[in-house]
């Protein structure tokens, strides 16, 4: 598969921020870690057009760079030897220009691209000369992609337009969003963070302009012992982190559980947006994949939903009333 990929759906007109009744629109916001698999662009690509939702994608720019060549071997995060990546490189070139496409299709269909980093390390301790370093390196690996990977002659009009003014938000590699990292995004050109952990699905915290979301702690289980409503939590929680097929069924029936029981609590309540967190990963067979599948269908098209990305969240929100602070707090992340 190549550049030339099929648009799956077409940009959606814009999302009003109030339900017939007049209470709020209930705002579910999907997101996903790392963006590389190629096949799994497709199949998240797919289900949005099936479900008519909008996801984030949070990149992770070393897959934007073939292993072995020299824009590989250049990369060096901050405070690591050049040419490594905890979460590795593409394979190939071709594998590169495949993943270009979907992410520009991506964007025609009303997704959004958003800035996982690079090399996925934990930079919590970086500072923030440090981050500005590595989100500059993220923004000159996207402009140049398809030079660095051979295709020059394929980079669409609007591709460079597109890198410089629409790459609004940021999530820190493992949620871990050291001190320093709110002034880097801020002089990066941020308008808004996703590495928070909240106590419960809540409003942005903004502050000096700045607006950080935060993925929310959810009741899940036989016990209802909260969790980070992000696949790798129910994983490490499920399965200690481990592949277990012979339990996907009931992972997935646990995660879907999880998720409308959340979904039911703020749809019914105040509708404080709700916020899902996926890696590009399909962990425990797929489980939480398709939770999440059977979760969009049953949700999305609903008449006072809005199933939106994190930049869309952030102009209805802004519009509809002023932010408020995030309870912020919970336990240190699991990570992957």
Same mark, same amino acid.
């Given at each position: ?178 001190? =320093? !990292?709110?002034?880097?995004?801020? *002089?990066?050109?941020?308008?808004? +963070?996703?590495?928070? &952990? @909240?106590? %419960?699905? /809540? $409003? ?86 398709? =939770? !999440?599948?059977?979760?969009?269908? *049953?949700?999305?098209?609903?008449? +006072?939903?809005?199933? &939106? @990305?994190? %930049?869309? /969240? $952030? ?22």
């Amino acid at each position: 598969m190549r550049f030339l990929l099929a648009t799956l759906i077409a940009l959606t007109p814009p999302v009003s921020a109030a339900a017939g009744d007049g209470l709020p629109k209930q705002l579910v916001i999907v997101s996903f870690d790392g963006a590389h698999d190629n096949d799994l662009w497709l199949k998240s690509r797919e289900m949005a057009a099936r479900t008519g939702a909008h996801f984030t994608y949070f990149l992770s720019c070393t897959f934007l760079m073939a292993r072995g060549t020299p824009v590989a071997d250049a990369y060096q995060a901050p405070r690591h030897k050049s040419g490594r990546s905890a979460t590795g490189f593409a394979q190939t070139n071709d594998e590169v220009i495949t993943r270009l496409g979907n992410i520009w299709h991506a964007r025609q269909e009303g997704h959004e691209i958003a800035s996982h980093a690079c090399g996925h390390f934990d930079g919590g301790q970086w500072t923030r000369a440090e981050w500005l370093r590595e989100f500059s390196t993220f923004t000159a690996t996207l402009t140049n992609a398809f030079e660095t990977s051979g295709h020059a002659a394929e980079e669409p009009e609007g591709w460079r337009d597109f890198v410089r003014n629409d790459i609004r938000g940021f999530r820190a590699p493992y949620l871990s969003a050291g001190p =320093a !990292l709110p002034d880097a995004e801020r *002089e990066a050109g941020f308008a808004y +963070d996703a590495s928070l &952990v @909240t106590k %419960g699905p /809540a $409003l942005p915290d903004r502050h000096d302009g700045f607006v950080r979301f935060g993925l929310p702690l959810v009741p899940e289980g036989p016990s209802q012992k909260p969790v980070i409503a992000m696949d790798y939590n129910l994983y490490a929680r499920h399965s200690r982190a481990k592949e277990d097929v012979s339990r996907s069924a009931e992972f997935e029936d646990r995660a879907l559980a999880a998720y409308r029981a959340a979904f039911e609590r703020q749809y019914a309540g105040e509708r404080v947006p709700l916020q899902l967190g996926f890696h590009f990963v399909e962990m425990n067979g797929g489980a939480y994949w398709r =939770a !999440l599948d059977r979760f969009l269908t *049953e949700t999305c098209r609903k008449p +006072d939903v809005a199933c &939106v @990305t994190y %930049g869309q /969240a $952030l102009d209805i929100l802004k519009k509809a009333a002023p932010l408020e602070k995030a309870e912020g707090g919970g336990p240190e992340p699991r990570r992957l």
